[in-house]
Antibody, heavy 115, light 107 residues
C-alpha cells in the first residue's frame, strides 16, 4: 500500500529556513515523478515544485524559484524540500504528491512563518 | 500558465441529489484534468483521472466529463459521506494549476 508521510514543518521566523521530508513506502521513488503542493490557511492549492523520476528534470513555481530546492534520496526512498529565505506568505500546509497526475497525497505538514 | 476556474465555490445538497461541479480551463488542456476529494484530517482522495476515468475503488456515483477547456465532476445520488472539498488539477503543462475548490455541504 502506498503511503507518503511528510515531516519537518514548524514555526520559523521570516528569513529562516526549513527542510521538509517525505517518506515514501509501497513504491520506489526511483520510478516516479514527485511534486510538492501547498495550501495556505483558508486558501486554494498551489503547486510548488516537481522532480522527475530520474531527478534530471526539476521545475519550480515562480513564487519559490531561487529560494526552494527539491531533491530526493532514492536509498532512503525520501523526497525533500529545502526552503530558504522564508516569508509570511509561505505559511501553508505542504503536501508531498506522487506523479504529475497526483494519484497519492500525504497528509501534509504545516509550515508557519511568523515573528 | 493555465488558469482553472472552478464553480461553484460552495453548494448545499440533499442526500439523493445530483451535483455538478464545473472546471473551465483558460486554454486547451486535452483531457489532462483530474478531480480530487479532500476532507479535514483525511488524506486527499484521487477520484477521476484524464477527465473521465473513474479511479479504481471510487464509487460509481462519481463521474467526470469534458475535454479541452470545459470539465464537469458529477456526483449522482449524493450521500452524507460526500460532504467534502472538491478540486480539479490540470497536468497538461507547468506550472500545474488547481481550481479554487468547491465545498459541498450535505443538508
Amino acid at each position: 500500500e502506498v503511503h507518503l508521510v511528510e515531516s519537518g514543518g514548524g514555526l520559523v521566523q521570516p528569513g529562516g529556513s526549513l527542510r521538509l521530508s517525505c517518506a515514501a513506502s509501497g513504491f520506489t521513488l526511483r520510478s516516479y515523478e514527485m511534486n510538492w503542493v501547498r495550501q495556505a490557511p483558508g486558501k486554494g492549492l498551489e503547486w510548488v515544485s516537481y522532480i522527475s523520476s530520474s531527478g534530471s528534470v526539476i521545475h519550480y513555481a515562480d513564487s519559490v524559484k531561487g529560494r526552494f530546492t527539491i531533491s530526493k534520496d532514492t536509498a532512503k526512498n525520501s523526497l525533500f524540500l529545502q526552503m530558504n529565505s522564508l516569508r509570511a506568505d509561505d505559511t501553508a500546509v505542504y503536501y508531498c504528491v506522487r506523479g504529475v497526475a497526483g494519484d497519492y497525497w500525504g497528509q501534509g505538514t504545516l509550515v508557519t512563518v511568523s515573528s | 500558465e493555465t488558469t482553472l476556474t472552478q464553480s461553484p465555490a460552495f453548494m448545499s445538497a440533499t442526500p439523493g441529489d445530483k451535483v455538478n461541479i464545473s472546471c473551465k480551463a483558460s486554454q486547451d488542456i486535452d483531457d489532462d484534468l483530474n478531480w480530487y476529494q479532500q476532507k479535514p484530517g483525511d488524506t486527499t482522495i484521487f477520484l477521476i483521472q484524464e477527465a473521465t476515468t473513474l479511479v479504481p475503488g471510487i464509487p460509481p456515483r462519481f463521474s467526470g466529463s469534458g475535454y479541452g477547456t470545459d470539465f464537469t465532476l458529477t456526483i449522482n445520488n449524493i450521500q452524507s459521506e460526500d460532504a467534502a472539498y472538491y478540486f480539479c488539477l490540470q497536468h497538461d503543462n507547468f506550472p500545474l494549476t488547481f481550481g479554487q475548490g468547491t465545498k459541498v455541504e450535505i443538508k
